[in-house]
């Protein structure tokens, strides 16, 4: 332990009992003491106000700049103990450089946290979230959220911002690429594997990091998709999409959660009572930390919530906030707001004691150096298997959209077969190596990625000849490369066509109005279907695109997401038949624009869609339907679901109801299938969506096999806010569908007494 921390710990513990004492105890913690309770008050006793109020202060280093602002000053900050916590400065030496700083340059020696956005991997990048969920595999999520760990808390870091647990209805907003997708469900399993993946069992462990749930709360609800938009939903909403995947965090044990940008019903984010201490603290009981989005209080000025930047910080504290990301509001006001009486010095110390109970528990007070370590940093970063686990990850969140036969073909497109005599490989996308990444990437460098037209080199490239024509470029109108585009086609047994959008088009501020593929892309895709060719579109986006065209024209599609570090050659794997395509859709792909919001488990109303009847809930110009729905995905083989079976019709609130199939591979390859079970509650004190997933499970089978896969489900597994807002299920009539998306009929009904 370093010298200066052990002295601080004895004086400490010294002053801490001699006041407790003298007086009493200046705890304001619910919750009974522990001996990390204890240490902590012992530190807290030592500290000015000016001090403390520096546990509280986050900013980020001049490395690198995720926010609109940077503060130059920032190491002169730390020397005066005025700020606890830096965001955006990674690898051991840089972290090592900054926390000796806090820890020799200090007058008390308190350790620094170093927080980061390490999202969908540190330097091992892994799909985009979004992909990443489209694979509905809880472990090799767990396993990838591990991975990341590892790298990162050898670069230093003991904290990241993640998972972003929105749920993400509207795909125009730029950040459902950051998620899990529009469901509760698969957002909230997901969710849990992911902190539970990042923190582990232990937080002393060198390889696990603090965890937040991010960004609370509704941010996805933003209107018209636009990101920063305000949100106004009901309190009903709120609980039934927004909420659950933050409770179950919170149970799952998150040590910290971050406050959302937008305003939710008047009131932002970062200044709400309601959200930060009625709900999350006194509901849920949440004993972490609370951290703001960037600058998110200064950001109640222009929101018209607070009057200037002193009231933003009033308001944020007294709200719940513990540490200010960036704003420099904490820093510059809240000592005069404590002399004024506007904040009670109590709330600062909470607040500090909250943030300094996570630095204990990483034992940063033991060993402040001991995640920047070099050796491990060399050892543990872009190994050998973090990169085979990148790409069986990648190739488990590919969805395969669409596998037609073209004309006279007796077998459909994919896979293609290895013997291939040439390939064209077309399009920008197909020969990059950034977009790969997807927004977020950490430290994720460009020129490690494996791109597709080099996975595909890689795999075949010996015994077939593979011809690259960029087409055009994914933005712009620029078509003078069709003709040699074509050509290649032309010239090609098979066709690949990489298209979707830059890596930079979703992510944070990357809404968009139109979700067309962009430019000329589909101009090109129309001329190489003329071809007749065996065609493939490989899609890369971070969203749901509108893409009727190609769905209906093409004859065979792939969503592949940013697949990641390996991305390129878990793109050939599926193309050439080594890796059985699994992933199912975690978002609605619409058909166009207008009819978003549009997600699977939407309301009946009153007058649902009947054709031959007009006054029912329709559009004149595109049916109600969406293009690909959720849960769906192709396999090279095909499943046979045989009718759902129940071990009873009724059952009542203590009693346990098992739902099984059998699932049967009918087809010629083995293949993994995600079997899901939704319900639909029939009638209720508030009327229910017309789907909801309950449970899933990915199964492996061989080709020719059956297996009987059963789900046990309780009362509880029917609970809903009810008309009074208790969580409870009713009794009344359920029908159960198990099948391989949302749209399944394979179903039966049952009765809860
Ligand atoms: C984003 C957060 C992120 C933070 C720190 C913000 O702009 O909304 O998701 O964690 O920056 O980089």
């Not at 054709?611 to 995905?633: A, I, M, Q």
Request: charged share 25%.
């Amino acid at each position: 332990m370093n010298k200066k921390i052990t002295i601080l710990l004895l004086l400490g513990i010294t002053f801490f009992f001699w006041q407790c004492a003298s007086k009493k105890s200046i705890s304001q913690l619910q919750f009974p003491k522990d001996s990390i309770d204890l240490k902590v008050d012992s530190v807290l006793a030592l500290m000015t106000l000016d001090e403390k109020i520096g546990q509280l202060v986050l900013f980020t280093s001049d490395w690198e700049s995720t926010g609109p602002t940077l503060r130059a000053t920032y190491k002169e900050d730390i020397k005066t103990g005025r700020v606890g916590a830096i965001f955006n400065a990674h690898t051991s030496e840089y972290t090592r450089e900054l926390q000796r700083i806090a820890v020799e340059e200090t007058r008390l020696g308190i350790p620094l946290l170093f927080g980061y956005d390490v999202i969908h991997g540190y330097k091992t990048i892994f799909p985009i979230p979004l992909g990443e969920a489209a694979s509905w595999d809880l472990a090799a999520m767990e396993k990838s959220a591990q991975i990341a760990a590892a790298e990162s808390t050898a670069a230093g870091l003991h904290w990241t911002f993640a998972p972003m647990l929105d749920i993400a209805r509207d795909p125009r907003w730029g950040r459902v690429c950051e998620g899990s997708g529009e469901d509760v469900y698969l957002s909230v399993e997901i969710g849990k594997v992911k902190i539970k993946g990042f923190q582990g069992e232990n937080l002393l462990s060198v390889n696990t990091m603090l965890a937040c749930a991010k960004h609370y709360a509704a941010y996805g609800a933003a209107q018209a998709g636009r990101d920063y938009h305000t949100v106004d939903i009901s309190e009903r909403t709120l609980y039934e999409a927004y909420l659950p995947p933050f409770a179950a965090a919170e149970k799952a044990g998150v040590k910290t959660f971050m406050t959302s940008f937008n305003e939710l019903n008047g009131i932002p984010a970062s200044g709400s009572k309601y959200l930060l201490t009625d709900i999350l603290r006194k509901e849920w009981g949440f004993r972490g930390f609370v951290v703001t989005d960037y600058t998110s209080i200064n950001e109640m000025v222009p929101h018209g919530y607070a009057k200037d930047e002193k009231h933003a910080g009033e308001l944020a504290i007294n709200a719940g906030v513990d540490m200010d990301m960036q704003s420099a509001i904490y820093y510059n006001h809240l000592k005069k707001s404590i002399e004024e009486g506007l904040v009670k010095v109590e709330k600062v110390e909470e607040a500090a004691r909250r943030i300094l109970r996570q630095k204990f528990e990483l034992g940063l007070f033991d060993d402040p150096y001991k995640y920047s370590n070099t050796e491990r940093e060399k050892q543990k970063m872009f190994t050998a298997e973090n990169l085979d686990f990148a790409r069986d990850v990648a190739r488990k969140s590919i969805v395969l959209l669409k596998n037609n036969k073209v004309k006279n073909a007796l077998i459909p497109v994919l896979p293609f077969p290895k013997k291939l005599k040439s390939i064209a490989v077309i399009g920008e996308l197909a020969n990059s190596k950034e977009d790969m990444l997807g927004s977020w990437h950490g430290s994720g460098d460009a020129k490690d990625c494996v791109s597709l037209l080099q996975g595909i080199t890689t795999k075949i490239g010996n015994s077939t000849n593979v011809v690259f024509a960029k087409g055009c470029n994914v933005e712009g109108d620029d078509k003078s490369g069709f003709e040699n585009a074509i050509k290649a086609a032309n010239q090609a047994e098979a066709i690949v066509i990489a298209v979707g959008e830059k890596w930079w088009m979703s992510g944070e501020a990357a809404s968009r109005t139109n979700l067309d593929l962009p430019g000329v892309q589909l101009d090109l895709i129309k001329e190489l279907v003329k071809t007749g060719k065996p065609l493939v579109v490989v899609l890369m986006n971070g969203r749901p695109l509108t893409i009727p065209w190609v769905a209906d024209n093409a004859p065979a599609i792939l969503e592949t997401w940013y697949a990641g570090s390996q991305g390129g050659n878990a793109i050939a794997d599926v193309l050439f038949g080594d890796y059985n395509p699994s992933g199912k859709l975690p978002m609605t792909f619409p058909r166009n624009v207008g009819q978003i919001p549009i997600f699977y488990n939407m309301k009946h109303t009153g007058r649902p869609l009947a054709l031959d009847n007009k006054y029912t809930s329709k559009y004149l110009d595109v049916p109600n339907s969406p293009l690909f729905p959720f849960g769906f995905g192709l396999s090279y083989t095909t499943f046979k679901y045989s009718p759902v079976k129940v071990d009873k019709t009724t059952f009542s609130q203590n009693e346990k109801i098992t739902v099984s199939v059998t699932l049967s591979n009918t087809g010629n390859y083995d293949g993994e299938e995600v079997v899901q079970l939704y319900f639909r509650d029939l009638v209720g004190s508030v009327t229910r969506p017309v789907r909801e997933l309950k449970k899933f499970e990915k199964v492996l089978l061989q080709k020719g096999a059956s297996k009987e896969i059963t789900f046990s489900l309780t009362a509880n597994d029917f609970a809903f806010f009810t008309q009074d807002m208790t969580f409870k299920a009713e009794a009344g009539a359920f029908e159960i569908f198990v099948g391989g998306d949302s749209n399944t009929e394979n179903s039966v009904k049952v009765t809860l007494k």
